[in-house]
């Protein structure tokens, strides 16, 4: 299934657990205006073409079943996984060499934060907007990897990340970027 959060309580009219929940109960779900929760496979077939996509892999295991839908549906438009969880884009690394990856790194910096990025050659990391520094995303950028920032809302901050030569950022308001 395709959703952000560890539970269905902020985006359906139910409450609950999505790992407590059956893929048929999930699917029942409203979403809101008679819309479900899209499986992988249904958000991919939508967005081939029209969109990439970032992909952030949120559960452990998943690195392997993810690549293998991706590569099953044949979507055509750049795509990134991303994660927290560096195991799971190490999967996706040996799954499909060639994948674009994104670092996600947590607010509190590693004490190595270029380590990860290096030993899964990602091609992205992905730093909560208060860490940005430039020195960080110089130093990212010499080894050639793209910065991206999340989640940046508020104007001030996207326009401060702009400023400063992020190459995207992720944000609750689109309209805003």
């Known amino acids: 299934m395709l959703l952000h959060d560890d539970t269905i309580d902020r985006t359906t009219n139910k409450a609950g657990h999505v790992a407590q929940m059956s893929l048929e109960?999930?699917?029942?779900?409203?979403?809101?205006?008679?819309?479900?929760?899209?499986?992988?496979?249904?958000a991919l077939e939508i967005a081939t073409g029209a969109i990439g996509m970032i992909l952030e892999l949120k559960?452990?295991?998943?690195?392997?079943?993810?690549?293998?839908?991706?590569?099953r549906s044949g979507f055509s438009g750049p795509l990134i996984y991303a994660s927290f969880l560096v195991a799971e884009l190490h999967?996706?690394?040996?799954?499909?060499?060639?994948?674009?990856?994104?670092?996600?790194?947590p607010r509190r910096l590693p004490r190595d934060p270029v380590a990860d990025v290096v030993a899964v050659n990602a091609s992205h990391?992905?730093?909560?907007?208060?860490?940005?520094?430039?020195?960080?995303?110089?130093?990212?950028?010499?080894?050639?990897?793209?910065?991206?920032?999340y989640t940046v809302n508020d104007p001030g901050d996207i326009q401060r990340m702009r400023d400063m030569g992020v190459d995207g950022i992720v944000s609750d308001f689109p309209d805003r970027i």
């Not at 109960?25 to 809101?32: N, S, T, V």
């Open 25 to 42: 109960q999930i699917q029942r779900l409203d979403a809101g205006n008679w819309q479900r929760i899209p499986t992988l496979e249904e």
């Open 59 to 71: 559960v452990e295991g998943i690195g392997n079943e993810a690549c293998a839908i991706v590569k």
């Open 91 to 105: 999967r996706v690394r040996h799954a499909d060499p060639e994948s674009k990856i994104m670092v996600l790194q």
């Open 125 to 149: 990391v992905g730093l909560h907007y208060s860490t940005v520094t430039p020195i960080l995303l110089q130093t990212y950028h010499n080894l050639g990897r793209q910065v991206f920032t």
